[in-house]
């Protein structure tokens, strides 16, 4: 499938991780494709599971657009999960209800470890229709988001096999086999790194890398185990598409101790949790990347005023942009599946008039 | 019951929180006592629940020393739970197997909130016997710790009434009703303060206070809600017992980021998490405060050469210890139960073995 090329409506997303000026405050939601939503909860029934919505390109693509419909986002993300690479490597990716991810044939021998191999992208291709597909739907409201788990992150699933509460598995692996664990994040840099770059060529405007466990490494382990993967991978990533400025943003969670390291690794942007002091983080790494986060989620399970208290609080910590630095407003983690989507338009909504406001002071 | 001040044969530990020299590192573990040893397991089986072996003087006198006679520990850490403040509450402290501490009256309503009150110090006298009874026991091997857990690690369990997942609970109080919160924080510092204090009466030559749940609040909330209470307890305090100083040490895990401010409330060590890079903490507030930590308790989970670099790699962050500097060697968080006692005790002499070669290096 093919894409017409659009210029876009409201590029202030791909501005702001560029550190270009924009008129406010760019925002989007982690997870904003999700089940706080009715209108997901309800495609989500028809499609059975949540792989055979994610592979149905018409579904895929309806959830992707179902919050923009809603709240006047500043980008779309690809309704996808972090784990679809491990699940081409043939592990197995399957939900059940009310648990996490979980593979039904997780890496523990040692022969299955040497035996892995960067997926053939084919099987991947229900990703990049979607991608192109929501692509020609978006015709250019907003630009989208193609994203992968990083390395160490799939590592984590792909070892386990599911989610752990002090990642026993992975770490004996770690500290026990350290050349079995490179191994596999070896292969996941690369296949990462592919699986964005196919992404980009279906249609991706900008990219971003979920180290959603790196922050349960030791210091001195991240760096090795989570931050040089990424890095490789960033280095392999393509940088433009058709002679248009791709951007890639990294998120580890946990990872404010790592900031100074994590901004060098080439990419354009840097996702921050709510443990981080914003204004902090960009006296730090403000000239060299852009900052993306990074209000609590559990701060959308109050009352509206509060909620625009804190999305001023969070505005404020950053400061008011000038040339040369670049915010986008999100939450620190995905959208909490119990979030009304009441408080969510009282957050979009407070993100634009407020960022207004301080550009303007 | 009273107890014979007996002068210290290994006061190592307590110098090395005051900044002073020792011969060697100390090192103890947080959850030292506790099911990874078949002996607590057999004392464990005996006392039929957990609660019934922390409320039997006996039964928490004999766990306690169990690790001291297996291991050259540094320091005898109380046995009991972060939790027996709310238990004397009246919050009904209970723990299901395979589960963490629950409430069965967790806090929830207003009026409930408002009616709470610092409990009866004597419903914690048999905290305050076991103490007495170790110190007794210990006849000065080394010195024992009393500790509670923080005001705002005892207000996640006090609301929720167990664990969770992403603390919204207690995070939408905190959000959408600051003054209740406020309320239950500034009840549990007077009292955790008390209760220290009681322990210091009863023997206990250092405490130590867990906010095991502090990183998990937004930068800011951090400060208002968890940091300033620990504050107000260490100011109330007893600094000496009998002309002895009572060091104190204060460990918020996942709080590396807030350093600096911990490092200036008042106590005089600060524990940390595996996350933070030793050396820069030094270099950070190491003439303010003593540091302890942080081994990754996964590190345990390989073979005894690993362990052994992984000590002295801990050992070398730190650095050679100079006159006004201190550190005690501990594990980032609680050792798992599914440790072997044999990994234990390849770290506690790689310990005191490479911390002795520093020194003369």
Redesign the interface.
């Known amino acids: 499938m093919s894409y017409k090329i659009t210029p876009l409506k409201n590029d202030t997303f791909l501005r702001a991780l560029m550190r270009q000026p924009t008129e406010h405050t760019p925002v989007w939601l982690m997870r904003q494709a999700g089940r706080y939503l009715p209108e997901y909860r309800a495609v989500r029934q028809k499609a059975g599971s949540f792989m055979g919505l994610a592979k149905n390109t018409d579904y895929a693509t309806e959830v992707t657009i179902q919050p923009l419909d809603r709240f006047k986002l500043d980008a779309a993300i690809l309704f996808s999960d972090i784990l679809t690479v491990p699940d081409a490597m043939g592990l197995g990716l399957h939900f059940e209800d009310g648990e996490g991810p979980k593979f039904e044939r997780p890496l523990r021998d040692e022969k299955d470890i040497l035996a892995l191999q960067v997926p053939d992208m084919a099987n991947l291709q229900y990703v990049f229709d979607a991608v192109s597909q929501i692509r020609t739907t978006l015709d250019g409201r907003v630009p989208l988001i193609g994203f992968s788990g990083s390395p160490w992150t799939l590592a984590c699933y792909m070892v386990k096999g599911g989610g752990s509460k ?3 598995t992975i ?2 692996m ?3 086999r350290p050349d079995l664990m490179h191994h596999i994040l070896r292969i996941n840099a690369q296949a990462v790194a592919q699986y964005l770059n196919a992404q980009i060529d279906a249609g991706a405007q900008a990219v971003m890398i979920f180290d959603s466990w790196g ?1 349960v ?6 760096q090795t185990f989570s931050l040089d993967y990424m890095r490789e991978v960033v280095r392999l990533l393509k940088k433009e598409k058709d002679g248009v400025k791709i951007p890639s943003v990294v998120f580890t969670k ?1 990872g ?2 790592w900031l100074d390291e994590i901004a060098d690794i080439g990419a354009d942007a840097v996702g921050l949790d ?5 204004g902090k983080a960009r006296a730090q790494v403000g000239h060299k990347v852009a900052l993306q986060g990074n ?5 959308l ?3 509206p005023e ?1 909620i625009r208290a ?1 999305v001023k ?1 969070t505005l404020d ?1 950053f400061g008011k942009p000038a040339e040369g630095s670049g915010h986008v407003f999100n939450l ?1 983690h995905g959208i ?1 599946q ?1 979030t009304s989507p009441e408080s969510v338009e009282v957050l979009v909504n407070a993100v634009h008039e407020f960022s207004q406001q301080i550009r303007k002071s």
Chains 1, 2 share one sequence.
């Open positions: 002090d990642y026993r770490k004996s770690l500290y026990g922050g490494l030791a210091d001195g382990a991240y946990g404010g101790l709510w443990t981080v002091n914003l209000l609590d989620p559990m701060a399970f109050s009352n509060q804190e609080h910590s620190g909490s119990f």
